[in-house]
């Protein structure tokens, strides 16, 4: 067992390989910065070898600038031979082999063994480029494997190479890609005085980022005081380095690499990007796109979730006609097979949501959002790469937030940080889906506009908008002054992978029914029991009163009861605080619940509204009984100021303690977390007061 470090540029498609190589179910994405922290998996290598592959964040040289681009840069050059690892495979991409050449002679003058995996030779080829493999493995002085993870091509050879490579077969080059010594002679030799086994350019490393590195401190401080007392420029030994590299690269590629003038054969990617990119008419696209994406989570997913409704309606009325009366069967009922009526129901639109993401990602137009928005970004405080946690934010704040680590300047991470929650994650689109069927007319016009969309696009625009006037807000209050910059590679366009987009559907739907399916079914039962059961003999008195009655309502005995439950009392605590607001005490049971999870609202309506009832012949959807659920004096609980109150009260309240507690994890403070509980809840309660007394 050995281990490897998968490392490249951003784009060169290094995670395709890590995926190809470990045959993890990790994820793609075809824009910079997919992966932000080390990840391993093993591979099987030969007969004889296998390996433990760290697949390491894209970076374009061994001088880095973002947090990602740190954790490659200590792995690389971590002295420590137990944890170090013993081979390094780059990937560098045919295409652009100029730029990717730099990294590659960093990584050569290491003495690290190496092996180069040259990857988007296709492009390379549509570009015109024509390389000479054997040549440029002559000057590298290390093996080059022509492959395509996404095709599985060279892969075996790559494989061939590397065992080679682990036995010995193929060696670090014995001189240096540049003259590493000339750079700083007296201070390189100082430094290997003490370490003699490292490389010249190691030693220049050491000069410059020896705060970084874990060597002794004994080191760090001889390292220091020899910096004090003689003249070491870093800036200026960097700016040479660079320079000599680059002067070598130009004469390998003259060597090696025949390219057509470029003027000559523009690629499809250059024309789509004229379109797409257009500085009217891409911003025109990108709201259609978007447009597009939540017309279609409520068009094609209203047939499966219209059957599953419908099942759970039948297979209710039919086990509560056969199951005998005992306080076990409602429990199964409602506390169980309401549960998971609640959690199955909303699977189709997570699945379809998360394969549009997918496919935006997987055919390069997610980067275009980036570049398209940074202009925008700027003038509230953030960058265009605070786009990609912003949109991933659509999915699940925890990872979205956490994906703000390749963002280097700190005061437009904190900014992102802090408004990615009032991005609609997944959590919220059952709560959307719920309310907007109870309140919104299912109209369509010219055939296939659907009004129930638009009011589920207007949800996701609102927390958008709202996100960016708070950023603009907060930038003139966090007083952190730092330059930034704004550097993106464009991705070329590629054909989406369906077996990539399948895979990323069905684990998100996994994820959901284990991860947020047991927290549901677990409050889904606590709430039976508190809306089953109350404090002293409130509910005893209520069932002594409807027995004396000659004609007994039903509902209103129900009604009675619940109020009079935990969950009742629970309820009815809090409901001078949502009464402005529109909300009834019912709804005030499901905000606390909600806490653990956002979806858990939807499951908590459906336990309310089935507690106590004789399913034996009901066969309503938990729609339906929400819609005629009704108030003490016979008025509608759910009109359209109702419903539109509580939808906008989703969009900004800050309904889940995951969020917090990896905010608090990211900024190593409690400040910011409870700041944003306090001006997301604040913010909420507001916006639906306006709503409610707007509509109501």
């Not at 070491?232 to 090696?256: D, G, L, P």
């Not at 003038?379 to 937030?401: H, Q, R």
């Not at 009984?625 to 009109?639: C, F, I, L, N």
């Amino acid at each position: 067992m050995i281990h490897i470090a998968l490392v490249g540029n951003p784009n060169s498609g290094k995670s395709s390989l890590f995926n190809a190589l470990t045959g993890l179910k990790q994820k793609v994405g075809n824009f910079p910065g997919v992966t932000v922290d080390k990840k391993t998996g093993t591979s099987q290598i030969s007969d004889h070898l296998s390996a433990n592959i760290i697949d390491l964040p894209g970076t374009y040289s061994l001088y880095p600038k973002r947090s990602d681009e740190w954790v490659t840069y200590e792995v690389l050059m971590n002295p420590d031979p137990g944890t170090r690892p013993e081979m390094v495979v780059l990937i560098a991409d045919a295409s652009n082999l100029k730029r990717n050449l730099l990294f590659c002679s960093q990584i050569i003058d290491l003495k690290i063994p190496l092996v180069i995996g040259l990857s988007m030779m296709d492009i390379a080829r549509k570009k015109g480029i024509e390389i000479d493999i054997p040549g440029l493995e002559r000057d590298l002085g290390v093996p080059v494997i022509p492959i395509n993870p996404r095709r599985e091509k060279g892969l075996d050879k790559l494989r061939k190479a590397i065992d080679q490579t682990a036995r010995h077969l193929y060696r670090a080059p014995s001189r240096d890609f540049i003259s590493n010594l000339e750079l700083a002679p007296a201070a390189v030799t100082y430094v290997k005085k003490d370490l003699p086994l490292i490389s010249d350019y190691t030693a220049i490393h050491y000069l410059i980022n020896h705060a970084h590195i874990p060597i002794s401190q004994k080191m760090k401080s001889s390292i220091e005081g020899y910096k004090a007392d003689q003249p070491f420029n870093a800036t200026k030994i960097q700016a040479e380095e660079i320079m000599q590299r680059y002067a070598r690269i130009k004469q390998v590629m003259s060597n090696n690499i025949v390219e057509k003038d470029p003027l000559q054969k523009a690629l499809f990617t250059e024309h789509l990007d004229k379109i797409l990119l257009h500085r009217r008419w891409g911003y025109v696209i990108l709201v259609f796109v978007l447009f597009l994406l939540f017309q279609s989570i409520f068009w094609i997913a209203q047939y499966p979730m219209d059957a599953i409704e419908w099942a759970f309606a039948q297979a209710t009325g039919w086990l509560g006609g056969i199951l005998p009366t005992a306080w076990w069967s409602d429990l199964f009922l409602n506390g169980i097979l309401a549960g998971l009526s609640g959690i199955m129901v909303f699977v189709p639109q997570i699945m379809i949501l998360f394969g549009l993401i997918t496919l935006l990602e997987d055919t390069g137009y997610m980067a275009r959002i980036s570049f398209l928005t940074d202009k925008l970004m700027r003038k509230v405080g953030m960058n265009g790469k605070s786009v990609m946690p912003l949109i991933s934010g659509f999915a699940c704040a925890v990872p979205a937030i956490m994906s703000t680590r390749n963002i280097e300047n700190r005061k437009e991470r904190l900014l992102t940080i802090l408004v990615t929650p009032l991005m609609s994650c997944s959590a919220r689109l059952p709560v959307y889906t719920i309310l907007i069927a109870l309140v919104i007319p299912s109209h369509y016009y010219f055939g296939f506009l659907s009004v129930q969309g638009l009011v589920m696009m207007g949800l996701y625009l609102l927390g958008v908008v709202f996100a960016l006037l708070v950023s603009y807000i907060l930038k003139r209050v966090i007083n952190i002054r730092e330059r930034s910059f704004f550097i993106l590679e464009l991705p070329v366009y590629r054909a989406p992978r369906w077996k990539n987009m399948t895979i990323t559907m069905r684990e998100k739907a996994r994820i959901f029914l284990r991860d947020a399916g047991q927290v549901i079914m677990v409050i889904s039962l606590i709430l039976w029991f508190l809306s089953s059961f109350g404090p002293g003999n409130g509910m005893h008195r209520v069932r002594e009163k409807y027995a004396a009655m000659a004609q007994v309502d039903d509902r209103a005995e129900k009604s009675e009861l619940l109020g009079a439950s935990y969950a009742g009392r629970l309820g009815k605590t809090i409901e001078p605080l949502i009464k402005p607001i529109g909300f009834d005490w019912k709804i005030g049971i499901a905000l606390i619940t909600s806490l653990a999870a956002r979806e858990v609202f939807v499951d908590t309506m459906a336990t309310l509204y089935s507690v106590g009832e004789d399913h034996a012949g009901d066969q309503l959807t938990l729609r339906e009984k929400m819609a005629q659920a009704k108030k003490e004096d016979g008025s509608r609980v759910y009109t359209l100021g109702t419903g539109v109150s509580l939808m906008i009260f989703y969009v900004f309240a800050m309904q889940c303690m995951s969020t917090l507690a990896v905010v608090k994890r990211e900024t190593r403070s409690w400040k910011w977390p409870m700041f944003q509980l306090v001006y997301m809840t604040g913010l909420a309660w507001v916006m639906s007061f306006i709503a409610y007394h707007l509509l109501r």
